[in-house]
C-alpha cells in the first residue's frame, strides 16, 4: 500500500503557544480521518480567537494532550511532528503456526514547526526597558502600550494562518480519499493513529516516562 504523503507550510510560533497550535491542528486531522462511528466535539481554543471539531473521544483528548504536552517542553529551535495514520492487518507466520498484527501506514501529515522568541523577553534582552534618568512614567506607559500592540499584532498573524491552516486541512481531506482503507481495520477501541517528531532534543525514552506517568483513559465520553 502507498502512504499518502501530506505537508502543512511551516509555522513561525513563540514558546508559550506551541502546545495549543499542535492541539488543534492535531485534532483538526485526527476528525478528519476518524472513520466510522466518532462523535465530535466543537472546541474554542484555549489561547486563540478560534474554533475547531474533534472527536469525542477520551482516549483521543488524552494521547493527542500528552503529545503535545511533551513536545512543547521537548522541541528547542524547531521540529517536524509527524502524523501518521495506520490500518492493522493480520500477518500470518511461517507454516501457520502463529498470527500477530502488522500496522500499515497508508496517510503521514507532517507538521513543520519553527519556535521564535518571546516579543516581551527579546525586547527585555536588546535593552528596550532601558530609559534615560527622568524618562519614566509617561515614557514607560507610551513603551509598554507598544509592546502591548506588538504582542497583539502577532497573536492575530498567527490566528489568521492557523485559520487558513485548518482549512487546508479540511480541503485535502476531503479531496484525497481513494487510499483510505476499509473502516474496519481503523478506530475502535484502539487508536489508528502515531504521533511522532524528529527534534534533536527528543528521546523516545522521555515520552515512555510521560505516557507511563498518566495513560490514556480507554473509551469515549
Not at 501457520?96 to 522568541?117: D, Q, Y
Request: glycine letters at 6%; proline letters at 4%; aromatic letters at 8%.
Amino acid at each position: 500500500m502507498n502512504c499518502e504523503q501530506i505537508a502543512l507550510e511551516e509555522l513561525h510560533v513563540e514558546r508559550f503557544q506551541l502546545k495549543e497550535v499542535l492541539k488543534i491542528l492535531l485534532h483538526s486531522i485526527i476528525f478528519q480521518r476518524a472513520l466510522g462511528e466518532c462523535r465530535l466535539r466543537d472546541v474554542d481554543s484555549e489561547l486563540f480567537d478560534i474554533s475547531y471539531v474533534r472527536c469525542d473521544s477520551r482516549l483521543v483528548e488524552a494521547r493527542v494532550e500528552e503529545h503535545a504536552e511533551a513536545f512543547s517542553s521537548a522541541i528547542e529551535r524547531g521540529a517536524r511532528v509527524s502524523l501518521a495514520f495506520f490500518e492493522r492487518r493480520a500477518r500470518q507466520a511461517a507454516f501457520g503456526l502463529f498470527r500477530s498484527e502488522e500496522r500499515v501506514v497508508w496517510e503521514r501529515w507532517t507538521i513543520p514547526l519553527v519556535v521564535v522568541p518571546n516579543f516581551a523577553q527579546l525586547h527585555r534582552h536588546m535593552g528596550g526597558a532601558q530609559m534615560p534618568p527622568g524618562a519614566h512614567g509617561a515614557g514607560r506607559s507610551t513603551e509598554a502600550d507598544s509592546q502591548d500592540e506588538e504582542t497583539r499584532r502577532r497573536q492575530a498573524s498567527l490566528e489568521a494562518v492557523l485559520r487558513r491552516r485548518i482549512e487546508f486541512i479540511l480541503t485535502v481531506a476531503s479531496g484525497r480519499r481513494e487510499h483510505i482503507p476499509p473502516a474496519d481495520g481503523l478506530g475502535g477501541e484502539a487508536l489508528w493513529f502515531e504521533i511522532s517528531t524528529d527534534a534533536d532534543s527528543w528521546s523516545g525514552l522521555d515520552l515512555l516516562k510521560q505516557l507511563l506517568s498518566s495513560p490514556p483513559q480507554l473509551g469515549s465520553g
